[in-house]
């Protein structure tokens, strides 16, 4: 079974994108759709290179019944464009990032994470490591990796 690759990207890779990748496998854990669907995250900036979560990312997610175990952070590689389906960014500064290392035609799989929410007050996920509402990240990573997921299903099952 094809597994679909889903890499979520922020500036440091210790907030935003490693809560959306716990959130992602976690509902696929739910739905019974684990083994298709692989999640990692990055960062565009490599300053936390090798740490662990933040604080508050860490907390959310326990919160919320996710076990945030193994995590290390990591800087996004040009190679990610050809290894993951989907890339998907925090906000329009990670996407600026990503076409930059990229290369514009390989953009055809990078997206924004507010995309899935349709029509919604956010057009990017503020940022808890500046904000500090680590509730708010929640409220908008866990809404949109449902969409996302459901849109992962549903890609699945046309192939």
Known sequence: MLKTKVLFVCLGNICRSPMAEFVLRDLAQQAGCAQMVETA???TSGWH???DMHAGTRAELVAHHILPNGFVSSQVRASDADDYDYIVAMDDHNMAEL???FGPSRL???HKLTDWLGNCQYDHVPDPYFTGDFRETWHI???ACSALL???QTRCQSR
């Open 41 to 43: 995250s990055a960062g």
């Open 99 to 101: 076409a930059r290392l």
């Open 49 to 51: 290179n090798g740490e």
């Open 141 to 143: 990573v866990s809404g």
């Open 108 to 110: 055809h799989r990078v």
């Open 150 to 152: 459901a849109d992962i």
